[in-house]
């Protein structure tokens, strides 16, 4: 077996706190001989006096010795233990010292291929001015110059000016593998804030929700606030392009560039990472559950530093986990005279009109049409897949003729584009994959409450799946099964727990109903079939079977 180590290493900045620290590299000897170079001393007596081009390979300062060129800071003899980030910044200060040094030049600087917001630029500050002790002890480096930027105010030597010193750019080339975004994410701002906080203090974060809901959407986004927190990077690892369970360690291999060549391959990657500090984002994991649950549990247990973000149509349910449900767009509630501004308030109807002004340029919502896109975003229930798919048929049937047709379009609703995964193609493909995943037992029960319209008890989905026939399976077990897997919501109100279908889950399971012949069982409407109707809560509804 063999693990050969190819990603370069990533240094970091924000959780500095949080992060066994680790050198790769030792203060060489030919560094230790630098100190006895002749030195020049630069005072501040002069602002913005350039230590830049004056030859110096080290900078002294204190009892610290930047040596720029090693990306090493030294106390004494003693390596400090700063991420690259404030390093950077270090250096771009003490390069030009006395200088006010504004914040976008060193956000530029420090983060050179990314957007980043000044809050990041903060932290590293903070991080550098606790690695220096800037302000204890009378010692005192940086100053803020509030809303501007930063100055290096201790004196400073530059060593051995024979050696010409260029400022080395950022050694960071493969901070992340997230995908750059194409399309504006719309009404996540405190969600992914949320998490985003969340990812920072727990190990093993799963982002849980039905098909389409945004998952990966919010995953995402919240990883990418937090580029340049971790040392080695952030890692999104997508399993759903993965059939085999046994490729999912090699799937983590190959995000981070590591060759494995090992039968039992998930020993010798932990040990191979196990003194990093990153982020994984282990993407789509449902269909692969226990290999992806081992691979978690495998990564908690075997690292310190490394976290884990996933997204999940059920819970990896290991030790350590914790749960984020995703919630879906809010959508208007139903109300007389609803005008286009008042429905664009709601973000289930901000992505509507966003994809489809994509596909008919000319598209405004009008108020007439206000209702309709309301009612269409309220019977998808706000799952942001289902309403791209929706605006996509716009300039074929129009708000209000889309509105009407919509049941009978809602299992066919389709439009993913070109470089959608298969099972984002249709409302089906993406509930095929839920579909497929269940046992038999799950797709028989699953079905019949096909026939529930709106919320239901457990009581009655017993009494309406049990059908003419009778079916000897735990139902309550299978609809908590259902519920864990994200094909059933379960809302708990005034003590009792109410279910229910999404509308174009429903529909979904209503053509399976109808393709498993089972329709008779529970009768030609599924009325017949409901035992105890007297007991029926108010608001239950029965489908028709088609
Ligand atoms: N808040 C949002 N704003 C705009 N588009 C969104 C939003 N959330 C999701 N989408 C879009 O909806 C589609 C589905 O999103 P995503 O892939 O994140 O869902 P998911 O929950 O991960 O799905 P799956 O269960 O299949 O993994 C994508 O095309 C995505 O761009
Ligand atoms: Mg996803």
Redesign the pocket.
């Known amino acids: 077996m063999t693990i050969a180590v190819s990603t370069p290493r990533q240094h970091s900045p924000l959780a500095e706190g949080l992060r066994p620290h680790r050198f790769d590299w030792r203060p060489s000897l030919e560094a230790e001989g630098q100190a006895e170079s002749p030195q020049t001393r630069h005072d501040f007596s002069k602002e913005g006096d350039p230590i830049k081009g004056s030859g110096a390979p080290a900078i002294s300062f204190g009892s610290f010795r930047l040596l720029p060129s090693r990306r090493l800071l030294l106390d004494g003899e003693t390596p400090v233990n700063l991420g690259s980030r404030a390093l950077e910044i270090l250096i771009a200060l003490v390069e030009r010292p006395g200088e006010l040094v504004g914040k976008k030049e060193l956000v530029s600087r420090v983060w050179p291929r990314t957007h980043v917001s000044e809050g990041n630029l903060k932290c590293q500050v903070a991080a550098l001015r606790r690695a220096l002790g800037d302000g204890r002890d009378g010692r005192r480096y940086l100053d803020t110059s509030p809303g501007q930027g930063y100055r290096f105010v201790a004196p400073v030597e530059a060593e051995n000016e024979a050696v010409p010193w260029q400022p080395q750019p950022a050694a960071l080339t493969h901070e992340h593998n997230l995908p750059s975004r194409t399309?504006?994410?719309?009404?996540?701002t405190d969600v992914v804030a949320k998490i985003a906080d969340r990812v920072t203090r727990e190990r093993l974060l799963t982002i849980v929700?039905?098909?389409?809901?945004?998952?990966?959407?919010?995953a995402v986004a919240a990883a990418e606030r937090l580029i340049g927190a971790y040392d080695d990077g952030i890692w999104q690892i997508d399993l759903?392009s993965i059939a085999d369970p046994r490729l999912v360690p090699t799937a983590l291999a190959s995000a981070l560039k590591l060759t494995i060549r090992s039968d039992n391959p998930l020993p010798s990657l932990i040990a191979a990472v196990k003194d990093r500090q990153m982020l994984l984002v282990l993407?789509?994991c449902?269909h692969l559950i226990e290999p992806a649950a081992a691979l978690a549990i495998a990564i908690l247990r075997g690292s310190r530093s490394i976290q884990v973000l996933a997204?999940s149509?059920e819970p990896l349910d290991v030790e350590g986990e914790r749960v984020h449900r995703?919630s879906a767009?809010e959508s208007p509630p139903e109300s007389i005279g609803l005008n286009a501004a008042e429905a664009l308030r709601f973000?289930a109807v901000q992505?509507f009109v966003?994809r489809a002004t994509a596909t008919m340029n000319e598209f405004e919502l009008s108020d007439n049409d206000a209702p309709g896109a309301a009612g269409i975003c309220r019977k998808l229930d706000g799952v942001?897949?289902a309403i791209?798919f929706a605006a996509a048929r716009v300039d074929t049937f129009g708000v209000r003729g889309l509105a009407a047709r919509l049941d009978d379009q809602m299992p066919l609703l389709s439009g993913?584009h070109r470089l959608?995964p298969p099972?984002?193609r249709t409302v089906s493909a993406?509930l095929d994959?839920s579909y497929q995943l269940l046992s038999q037992e799950e797709q028989t029960v699953f079905r019949r409450l096909a026939i529930l319209v709106g919320d239901f008890t457990l009581e009655t989905a017993i009494a309406v799946v049990a059908g003419s026939d009778r079916i000897s399976l735990d139902i309550a077990f299978i609809v908590e099964s259902l519920v864990m897997k994200s094909l059933v919501t379960a809302n708990v109100g005034d003590g009792e727990v109410r279910f229910r279908l999404f509308e174009t889950t429903r529909a979904y399971a209503l053509t399976k109903l109808a393709e498993s012949g089972e329709s008779d069982v529970l009768g030609s409407n599924g009325r017949q079939s409901f035992p105890c109707s007297e007991r029926r809560p108010s608001g239950t509804e029965l489908a028709s079977v088609v």
């Open positions: 399309m504006p994410l719309i009404g996540r929700g039905p098909a389409g809901i945004g998952k990966t959407s919010v759903a993407d789509n449902e997204t149509r995703l767009l973000p992505l966003e942001p897949l791209e993913g959608a099972r984002h993406a994959w």
